[in-house]
C-alpha cells in the first residue's frame, strides 16, 4: 500500500470524488482522501492523501488556498457560474478603478453565504440536491477570510483576479457577491486554483501521467512521504526497547529515544517560492512536536514533549499515529 501524498491536477468535467475513484484505479488501493473539493468546471491542484496520510486531510482542508478567475460582469445564474441558467443581464458601467476599490472591501476575515449549488449539507441533504428539485433553503452565513484579492487584468466586461482564501470559501459566490457590490451582477467563468500550502500548479501530475508512471512502476516519484510534511519538526527513533511501546501507540520517555535530529529544511528547486519543504509549519502545530521512527527508520507517529505535574519528568505522548499497514 502506497502512503503519502500526490499533487494532482485535476482537469475540467471531473468531480474531486471522480479523481479519487480513478486514483483508486490507478494505484490499486482503497485508501484515498482528498483535501478540499474543487467544482466540477474548475481545475488545478487537488493534494489527494494515499494509505496512512489519509489522516492528514482534515488537517490540510485547513490549509490557504490560492486561485485565479475569470469574473464575467453583467449577468448573474442560479449556479453563480457561466454553466448556469441566466437569471438576469444588466449593464455594465463601471470603471477598473471602481472594480478595484470594491475588491478591497472584502479583504480579512467575513461572512459569506454558501451557494445552493454546493456540497453543504442542510437537514442531511445536500444543497445542490435540493437546488436541482427547484428548492431554496435559507443558509447561514459562514466565517470566511480573503487573505490577498488582486485584479489582474480586464477585457470588456470580463475580469482576471486572484486571491487567497480559507478553507470553505466559494469563489463563485465571491464573484456574485462583488457583482452585486457593483451593481451590475456577476458570475464566474474560470476558475484554475495553483496553490494550496506548498503544493503548486507546476508540480501537479494529470490523472493520466500518473496512469503512465503506474504503468512504468516509478508512482513513487509522484508521491511525497507523510514524514516530509512535517520537516520542521525535530526526529527521533526509538530504542529497541521502546520499539512495542511505540507499536502500542504509548508515551515514550526519553530513554526510550536515540538518533535525535534536528530538522533540515530545503527550499524549494524554485528559489523565487522561498517556501521551505515542510507543509506544516511550526505554528501550525502543537508545540514540541517530534517525528518518530521505529527501529528500521519508518516513519511511524507524530509525538508531542510533555512534562509532568510537578515540572521534573519528561516524556512524549502520542499526538497523531501513522501506523502502515
Not at 500550502?197 to 512521504?225: N, V
Request: a negative charge.
Amino acid at each position: 500500500m502506497l502512503h503519502g501524498m500526490i499533487n494532482v491536477y485535476k482537469e475540467a468535467g471531473f468531480t474531486s470524488h471522480d479523481v479519487v475513484a480513478k486514483l483508486r484505479g490507478i494505484v490499486g488501493q482503497k485508501k484515498i482522501g482528498h483535501t478540499g473539493t474543487l467544482d466540477p468546471e474548475a481545475v488545478g491542484v487537488l493534494p489527494v492523501c494515499l494509505g496512512s496520510a489519509t489522516k492528514l486531510c482534515e488537517l490540510l482542508t485547513e490549509k490557504k488556498k490560492s486561485y485565479r478567475a475569470v469574473m464575467l460582469l453583467g449577468r448573474t445564474t442560479d449556479t453563480q457560474d457561466t454553466s448556469g441558467r441566466t437569471i438576469e443581464e444588466r449593464e455594465v458601467s463601471c470603471t477598473d478603478e471602481e472594480i478595484r476599490t470594491v475588491m478591497g472591501r472584502f479583504l480579512g476575515a467575513g461572512l459569506q453565504v454558501p451557494p445552493m449549488y454546493s456540497a453543504v449539507k442542510i437537514g442531511g441533504k445536500r444543497l445542490y440536491e435540493l437546488a436541482r428539485e427547484g428548492k431554496e433553503v435559507k443558509r447561514e452565513p459562514r466565517p470566511v477570510t480573503f487573505y490577498e484579492l488582486r485584479f489582474l487584468s480586464r477585457q470588456n466586461t470580463e475580469v482576471c483576479f486572484e486571491v487567497t482564501c480559507s478553507k470553505g470559501t466559494y469563489i463563485r459566490t465571491l464573484c456574485a457577491d462583488i457583482g452585486e457590490a457593483l451593481g451590475c451582477g456577476a458570475c464566474m467563468k474560470e476558475l484554475i486554483r495553483y496553490r494550496v500550502d506548498r503544493f503548486c500548479l507546476e508540480d501537479a501530475k494529470t490523472l493520466a501521467e500518473l496512469e503512465r508512471l503506474s504503468r512504468e512502476g516509478r508512482i513513487q516519484e509522484a508521491l511525497l512521504p507523510v514524514d516530509t510534511l512535517f520537516s520542521v519538526c525535530p526526529s527521533a527513533r526509538v530504542t529497541p526497547a521502546g520499539e512495542r511501546y511505540l507499536k502500542n501507540g504509548n508515551p515514550l520517555t526519553e530513554e526510550l529515544l536515540e538518533a535525535w535530529e534536528e530538522p533540515k529544511l530545503q527550499q524549494e528547486e524554485n528559489p523565487e517560492r522561498g517556501l521551505p519543504e515542510s507543509v506544516f509549519s511550526k505554528e501550525g502545530l502543537p508545540e514540541n512536536i517530534i517525528r518518530v521512527y521505529d527501529s528500521e527508520d519508518c516513519f511511524q507517529a507524530l509525538y508531542q514533549r510533555k512534562q509532568d505535574s510537578e515540572q521534573r519528568e519528561v516524556f512524549y505522548q502520542p499526538w497523531k499515529t501513522f501506523f502502515q499497514t
